[in-house]
């Protein structure tokens, strides 16, 4: 997340909340492990800060 935040130049409390934008929960509540939508955070991530060169 860290390396995120600076590639982007945003800090890491804003990139925690994106995160946790596009983060599933478990089925039903218990089962299975919470997810990440990839695309849809990079996706979010290039609309809000592109990548610096």
């Not at 946790?20 to 997810?35: A, D, H, I, N, Q």
């Not at 849809?40 to 990548?51: M, S």
């Amino acid at each position: 997340m860290n390396r995120v935040a600076a590639a982007r130049g945003m800090s890491a409390a804003d990139t925690q909340k994106l995160i946790g934008k596009y983060t599933t929960g478990r089925v039903l509540g218990f089962v299975g492990e919470p997810g990440v939508n990839v695309l849809q955070l990079n996706l979010a991530l290039d609309a809000a800060h592109p990548v610096r060169g």
